[in-house]
């Protein structure tokens, strides 16, 4: 009987649509790069999804983030996510949190209730915190490397942590995951150079912040704000996305089976 997945069913069968509603993703940060996963993820059937972000829409958002147009500006991004889910899939069963990851959060989140974590934060320590206890659970992770100050969409590509280059946030968790013995890490980065921003908008935001009222983590505290287009860090998400549902479905290791055997 046709349903909303039944286009997906036709490329993954029946077996691993069941896998994607039993499975229970949690995505950190729900921004630029995260709305975009999650929106994938519910897309793809994905029976339960935790939402961790403490901030709320703001209008520099509107560019980029999928989450983001006027009548949503000011409201915490989990809400305004966990209402787009239900409006997709009704059955999906989704947790909100808001709260900023990082050490003196961690405690929140019982890592080992989760199939598959997505990193989509951009601070270091809240990554490696991440990258730490989902390796002490045993569970799969994935993080997104920098997507700001980038044109170039096509450029970016899923590799192991130790075997990037280029991206200058890459080369700090390289350091830091070597330095506390992580032996890899799925991430999706870019090699293109990043663009130097024209203008220093941190000047701006100090003279006029537009934060909605009650911003937790406002624009101004920010030592440099990356430029962003609406079409890079949304390739990053949906990137993520495939990753998280063809590792589900084991489906990364027959790809890459048949592209040896092509060759």
């Known amino acids: 009987?046709?349903?909303?997945?039944?286009?997906?069913?036709?490329?993954?069968?029946?077996?691993?649509?069941?896998?994607?509603?039993?499975?229970?993703?949690?995505?950190?940060?729900?921004?630029?790069?995260?709305?975009?996963?999650?929106?994938?993820?519910?897309?793809?059937?994905?029976?339960?999804?935790?939402?961790?972000?403490?901030?709320?829409?703001?209008?520099?958002?509107?560019?980029?983030?999928?989450?983001?147009?006027?009548?949503?500006?000011?409201?915490?991004?989990?809400?305004?996510?966990?209402?787009?889910?239900?409006?997709?899939?009704?059955?999906?069963?989704?947790?909100?949190?808001?709260?900023?990851?990082?050490?003196?959060?961690?405690?929140?989140?019982?890592?080992?209730?989760?199939?598959?974590?997505?990193?989509?934060?951009?601070?270091?320590?809240?990554?490696?915190?991440?990258?730490?206890?989902?390796?002490?659970?045993?569970?799969?992770?994935?993080?997104?490397?920098?997507?700001?100050?980038?044109?170039?969409a096509a450029a970016f590509e899923v590799a192991d942590i130790y075997k990037t280059s280029v991206c200058p946030l890459a080369r700090v968790m390289r350091y830091e995951c070597r330095k506390r013995g992580i032996k890899k890490l799925k991430v999706v980065y870019s090699k293109e150079k990043p663009i130097r921003p024209l203008e220093d908008m941190s000047i701006s935001c100090h003279k006029h912040c537009i934060c909605p009222p009650g911003t937790a983590r406002k624009c101004t505290q920010r030592r440099d704000i990356p430029g962003s287009t609406a079409f890079v860090p949304s390739v990053v998400g949906l990137i993520i996305a495939g990753e998280v549902i063809n590792d589900l479905t084991d489906t990364n290791r027959l790809i890459k089976k048949q592209r040896y055997n092509y060759e």
Do not use: H, W
């Not at 989760?114 to 951009?122: E, L, Q, R, S």
């Open 1 to 152: 009987m046709l349903n909303q997945f039944s286009r997906t069913q036709l490329i993954y069968g029946e077996d691993n649509m069941k896998r994607f509603e039993n499975a229970r993703v949690a995505i950190f940060g729900i921004g630029g790069v995260g709305g975009y996963a999650v929106e994938a993820l519910a897309r793809s059937g994905v029976g339960a999804l935790d939402l961790i972000d403490d901030d709320r829409i703001c209008l520099t958002n509107l560019n980029r983030q999928i989450l983001a147009v006027r009548s949503t500006v000011g409201q915490y991004k989990v809400d305004v996510a966990e209402q787009r889910i239900r409006n997709i899939n009704p059955a999906c069963i989704v947790r909100t949190y808001k709260t900023f990851y990082m050490p003196d959060t961690k405690d929140e989140f019982d890592f080992t209730q989760y199939d598959y974590i997505v990193d989509a934060i951009d601070t270091v320590k809240g990554k490696l915190e991440l990258v730490m206890n989902a390796n002490a659970a045993g569970t799969p992770i994935i993080s997104s490397m920098g997507a700001g100050n980038k044109v170039n």
